[in-house]
Every structure is written in structure tokens, then in C-alpha cells.
């Protein structure tokens, strides 16, 4: 796989932003067939972290075009904002608390059943492709069981994979790359693409990018080396709270570099991975498949660049929870362009997919469907959801759950092991007023622990933890 060049790079990035080679507003006509299923992933890519998001420098064509296209959720969120347990819940539809995978440590269970499976027992051709992340004994049996039809992934660096050169295995059997990962990945797509023609497919396009240590190829390496960078008041006034942010890796690199440096490069590979998305559309667009495949892109958890003192994610901020999440769905978005207000959340993937198909979606997951979002139509939507975190050794950060309404946000750590929170969000959107100790406020704390409750009965989260860790009581 070749090193994308400037002027490839850029051709690529004009072609989808401009709209010239890539047909951008086919969405009225209804599908003459029954639709295909490319869902993006991204890693510790933030909410903000798109040019559509409004980034005062970051460029994102390709993912703006998906807005453009189709439809951009202002409030989308993970229910835990971890890798493994966001990815299991993407994959299942359910809460880590339910699929068993609780922190980057503890292991897959072959028992969970994933929306892929399902779509492949409804006839469509279906893969994984990418990042895994959840450990257990290497990677997952989802091939060999017969549950997709094409499964790559790789095991280097704990599941973590490098940038380049990174080795692959391919339905079970060890396969060589070369060059950087997210080409690498994109053409795999391509390739998935061809051997589906002529059949309905269901892909799960999982990147590595951005995960630290960030790294990207020309021209996008140093791009931003001179970016002026806007960092939080609370670091520079106080930097890092180590209690919490000690053992992040990032945490030792500024040692040697600073936080600037790494938004740098965090940006930079954001940027590169954005520029190889134009290849993978136009392949698409080539094979004439792009405008009858619904495109679903986010991220699997938010990033803190220092706010609350804090660098990484795990906390229920909102800098860490908040994703990316948007859809391109040919036919069925009625106005392209639209932003969405609507809480959505990771467990709400399998769901749609089997919605927007016309599978039956199993009781088991907790997730709902956006399709009646994207169709525009009035219903009843959540108004509050369940935020959990599982202690995740070495990392000091306790176990958390918290409840996330429209304006509000009450947060509970096992143990007292940090103070309660309380935030009202349209006056505080960053957080930084703690209402929890205010007796003014008491009536409203005791109201949203009353539906935290209620979420976690609602979720079936094991009572006896709720009792023991956080005073909770159903």
C-alpha cells in the first residue's frame, strides 16, 4: 500500500468535498434494491474533532461530505467511555454491564451475539475488518463459527495494532502488510466490496486512528507543527491531576514534549485518516454501490486534551463521552444536511442496522433504532440515559455510573472514592460548577438519583453492586 502524496492527498480531498466525482444529494430516489451496510469506526476521534463539528482548523472533507450528504447527531454519546466495552457495546447492542466485557481487560464471551451474525443469517455477505480490542484468547471465533464471512484483525501490541507494517491475520491465517494502517484497512474495505459483488453486504469498518502514539504519513506529518492550540484554563492554570492521569501514556510523553505537541499529531493523523476515506467513496461510487449503501461513521469514545485536569477518557465528561456520529442513508434521510438533536447512543448501532434492513431486532438489545430519526418522524425518544465505568487495572479511575438527561447530569463514584457530581448543562456546558454539595439543589440530586435507579433497574445492572459500590437501591 502506497504512502498517500500531497497532491493525491489533495485531489482526493477536493473530489468529495467539491462533490465533482462523488454524486452527493441521490437520496429522494427510492432504492431499486435493498440496501448495503458500512459502519466507520474511529478511535478517541472527539465529537468536535470534524470540520462539520466546526473545528477551527482540523480539515475533514470526506467525513463532512457524510454530513452533507446525510445527517450529523449533535448528541451522540457512549454508554462507557473505554474502547473495549464501547466496542462490545457497538457489536451488541447492549451495556458492558450485560455483555460481560467490562474493561480492556476482561474477555470476550463467545455467547454475545452481534448485529453482524444476524444480518448474515438474513442473507447479507458480512465482515469485520480491523481493529478487535477486546482480549480474551486472541481474536474471536466469529469466522471460525461460521457468524461473518470475512473477519481481519490483528493481535500486535495487545490488540492495539502499530501504524505501520502491521500484521494481519485473515480468517484465522497470518497475513503480512505494508504501509500505513488506515490505507492498509481501506483498501481491505475495497477488496471486501468486490468479492461482495452482486450481493447485499454488511461491513464493520474498524480503525486504529487516532489512538496514541499518533502517527501519520506525508503530508500530513508536522502539518501542524506550527497550530497555535487553545488549551483548557484549568490545565494551564494547574496541569494534570496525576491521581488520575499518571499512568495515561500521553502523561510520560510530556515529559518530553507538551500537550500541544500531541493535539498536534492527534489532528494530523485525524487528518490523514480523513484524506484516505476519498478512495475508499470513490471505489464505492465505481462500483456503483455508493448510493444504494447506507454509511454509519463514529467514534468509540470521546478524549479530555485537559479539561478537569484530566487527559484520556474513562470519566463522564462530556469532552470523553461525546462521539462523532453520522449517517449517509440513500432513500430514507428526508432532508440531507440535517443535524439531529436527539440523544443517540453506541447501543443504538445494532438495532438501526437491522431496522434500516428489515431484520427483526431481538429483545436482548437495548439499544433503539434511529431509522424513525433519520425518516423525520415525531416519537417518543429518550430523554436520559445510563453512563457506566468498570475499574480498568492499572488505571486509579473507580467504577462510575451516571445518568445524562437533556440538561443534566448526576454522577455517582464507587466507594466516595471522588465527590458526587451534579451539573446543569445549559448553563455549564464544561462542567465546572459542582452542584452536588448545594442545598439548594438538593431536591433536583435527589431526583436525578431517583432515575439513575430507575435506569439501572431498567438495564438490569446487578443490584448488588449498585448497593455495595455506589448506595444505590431499587
Same mark, same amino acid.
Given at each position: 500500500?502506497?504512502?498517500?502524496?500531497?497532491?493525491?492527498?489533495?485531489?482526493?480531498?477536493?473530489?468529495?468535498?467539491?462533490?465533482?466525482?462523488?454524486?452527493?444529494?441521490?437520496?429522494?430516489?427510492?432504492?431499486?434494491? !435493498?440496501?448495503?451496510?458500512?459502519?466507520?469506526?474511529?478511535?478517541?476521534?472527539?465529537?468536535?474533532?470534524?470540520?462539520?463539528?466546526?473545528?477551527?482548523?482540523?480539515?475533514?472533507?470526506?467525513?463532512?461530505? +457524510?454530513?452533507?450528504?446525510?445527517?450529523?447527531?449533535?448528541?451522540?454519546?457512549?454508554?462507557?467511555?473505554?474502547?473495549?466495552?464501547?466496542?462490545?457495546?457497538?457489536?451488541?447492542?447492549?451495556?458492558?454491564?450485560?455483555?460481560?466485557?467490562?474493561?480492556?481487560?476482561?474477555?470476550?464471551?463467545?455467547?454475545?451475539?452481534?448485529?453482524?451474525?444476524?444480518?448474515?443469517?438474513?442473507?447479507?455477505?458480512?465482515?469485520?475488518?480491523?481493529?478487535?480490542?477486546?482480549?480474551?484468547?486472541? /481474536?474471536?471465533?466469529?469466522?471460525?463459527?461460521?457468524?461473518?464471512?470475512?473477519?481481519?484483525?490483528?493481535?500486535?501490541?495487545?490488540?492495539?495494532?502499530?501504524?505501520?507494517?502491521?500484521?494481519?491475520? @485473515?480468517?484465522?491465517?497470518?497475513?503480512?502488510?505494508?504501509?500505513?494502517?488506515?490505507?492498509?484497512?481501506?483498501?481491505?474495505?475495497?477488496?471486501?466490496?468486490?468479492?461482495?459483488?452482486?450481493?447485499?453486504?454488511?461491513?464493520?469498518?474498524?480503525?486504529?486512528?487516532?489512538?496514541?502514539?499518533?502517527?501519520?504519513?506525508?503530508?500530513?506529518?508536522?502539518?501542524?507543527?506550527?497550530?497555535?492550540?487553545?488549551?483548557?484554563?484549568?490545565? &494551564?492554570?494547574?496541569?494534570?491531576?496525576?491521581?488520575?492521569?499518571?499512568?495515561?501514556?500521553?502523561?510520560?510523553?510530556?515529559?518530553?514534549?507538551?500537550?500541544?505537541?500531541?493535539?498536534?499529531?492527534?489532528?494530523?493523523?485525524?487528518?490523514?485518516?480523513?484524506?484516505?476515506?476519498? !478512495?475508499?467513496?470513490?471505489?464505492?461510487?465505481?462500483? @456503483?454501490?455508493?448510493?444504494?449503501?447506507?454509511?454509519?461513521?463514529?467514534?468509540?469514545?470521546?478524549?479530555?486534551?485537559?479539561?478537569? !485536569?484530566?487527559?484520556?477518557?474513562?470519566?463522564?465528561?462530556?469532552?470523553?463521552?461525546?462521539?462523532?456520529?453520522?449517517?449517509?442513508?440513500?432513500?430514507?434521510?428526508?432532508?440531507?444536511?440535517?443535524?439531529?438533536?436527539?440523544?443517540? &447512543?453506541?447501543?443504538? &448501532?445494532?438495532?438501526?442496522?437491522?431496522?434500516?434492513?428489515?431484520?427483526?431486532?431481538?429483545?436482548?438489545?437495548?439499544?433503539?433504532?434511529?431509522?424513525? &430519526?433519520?425518516?423525520?418522524?415525531?416519537?417518543?425518544?429518550?430523554?436520559?440515559? +445510563?453512563?457506566?465505568?468498570?475499574?480498568?487495572?492499572?488505571?486509579?479511575?473507580?467504577?462510575?455510573?451516571?445518568?445524562?438527561?437533556?440538561?443534566?447530569?448526576?454522577?455517582?463514584?464507587?466507594?466516595?472514592?471522588?465527590?458526587?457530581? /451534579?451539573?446543569?448543562?445549559?448553563?455549564?456546558?464544561?462542567?465546572?460548577?459542582?452542584?452536588?454539595?448545594?442545598?439548594?439543589?438538593?431536591?433536583? @440530586?435527589?431526583?436525578?438519583?431517583?432515575?439513575?435507579?430507575?435506569?439501572?433497574?431498567?438495564?438490569?445492572?446487578?443490584?448488588?453492586?449498585?448497593?455495595?459500590?455506589?448506595? +444505590?437501591?431499587?
Amino acid at each position: 500500500m502506497k504512502k498517500l502524496n500531497r497532491r493525491s492527498a489533495l485531489k482526493h480531498a477536493g473530489l468529495v468535498a467539491g462533490g465533482i466525482s462523488l454524486s452527493p444529494l441521490i437520496l429522494k430516489s427510492k432504492p431499486l434494491e !435493498r440496501l448495503n451496510f458500512l459502519f466507520i469506526l474511529t478511535d478517541d476521534q472527539r465529537s468536535d474533532a470534524m470540520g462539520c463539528a466546526g473545528h477551527p482548523f482540523l480539515k475533514t472533507p470526506n467525513i463532512d461530505w +457524510l454530513a452533507k450528504t446525510g445527517a450529523r447527531f449533535t448528541n451522540a454519546f457512549v454508554t462507557t467511555s473505554l474502547c473495549s466495552p464501547s466496542r462490545a457495546s457497538f457489536l451488541t447492542g447492549r451495556y458492558a454491564h450485560l455483555h460481560r466485557v467490562l474493561n480492556n481487560l476482561t474477555p470476550w464471551h463467545e455467547t454475545n451475539i452481534t448485529f453482524l451474525e444476524l444480518m448474515k443469517q438474513a442473507g447479507f455477505y458480512t465482515g469485520f475488518i480491523g481493529k478487535w480490542h477486546m482480549p480474551g484468547k486472541g /481474536l474471536p471465533e466469529l469466522y471460525a463459527q461460521s457468524k461473518v464471512d470475512e473477519f481481519i484483525s490483528f493481535t500486535a501490541v495487545g490488540g492495539q495494532g502499530v501504524y505501520w507494517d502491521c500484521p494481519l491475520i @485473515k480468517n484465522g491465517k497470518r497475513i503480512p502488510s505494508k504501509g500505513y494502517i488506515t490505507d492498509v484497512l481501506n483498501q481491505l474495505a475495497i477488496n471486501f466490496f468486490r468479492e461482495a459483488q452482486g450481493k447485499n453486504f454488511c461491513l464493520y469498518l474498524s480503525h486504529k486512528s487516532a489512538h496514541t502514539p499518533f502517527q501519520s504519513p506525508e503530508p500530513f506529518a508536522g502539518k501542524y507543527k506550527n497550530q497555535q492550540i487553545e488549551l483548557p484554563p484549568e490545565y &494551564l492554570k494547574d496541569g494534570l491531576n496525576f491521581k488520575f492521569s499518571a499512568l495515561h501514556p500521553a502523561s510520560g510523553l510530556l515529559s518530553k514534549t507538551t500537550m500541544e505537541d500531541e493535539m498536534r499529531k492527534y489532528y494530523e493523523t485525524i487528518e490523514a485518516f480523513d484524506a484516505s476515506l476519498a !478512495r475508499l467513496f470513490e471505489e464505492m461510487e465505481r462500483l @456503483k454501490i455508493l448510493d444504494r449503501t447506507v454509511i454509519i461513521f463514529a467514534g468509540d469514545n470521546g478524549h479530555l486534551w485537559g479539561e478537569h !485536569r484530566l487527559i484520556d477518557k474513562r470519566f463522564a465528561y462530556e469532552e470523553s463521552i461525546r462521539i462523532p456520529f453520522l449517517v449517509r442513508a440513500p432513500g430514507i434521510i428526508e432532508k440531507p444536511g440535517a443535524l439531529i438533536e436527539e440523544m443517540v &447512543l453506541n447501543i443504538d &448501532l445494532g438495532p438501526s442496522v437491522l431496522n434500516l434492513a428489515d431484520v427483526p431486532v431481538p429483545e436482548f438489545m437495548q439499544g433503539m433504532s434511529i431509522k424513525p &430519526l433519520l425518516c423525520g418522524k415525531a416519537l417518543n425518544w429518550r430523554d436520559s440515559f +445510563l453512563y457506566e465505568y468498570f475499574y480498568d487495572p492499572p488505571y486509579p479511575v473507580p467504577d462510575i455510573v451516571a445518568i445524562r438527561t437533556g440538561t443534566q447530569k448526576f454522577v455517582k463514584y464507587a466507594g466516595n472514592k471522588s465527590p458526587e457530581e /451534579l451539573f446543569e448543562l445549559e448553563s455549564d456546558p464544561k462542567e465546572k460548577n459542582n452542584l452536588a454539595g448545594k442545598a439548594d439543589f438538593a431536591s433536583r @440530586k435527589q431526583e436525578l438519583s431517583s432515575g439513575l435507579e430507575k435506569l439501572l433497574k431498567q438495564s438490569s445492572y446487578p443490584e448488588k453492586d449498585a448497593r455495595e459500590k455506589f448506595g +444505590l437501591d431499587f
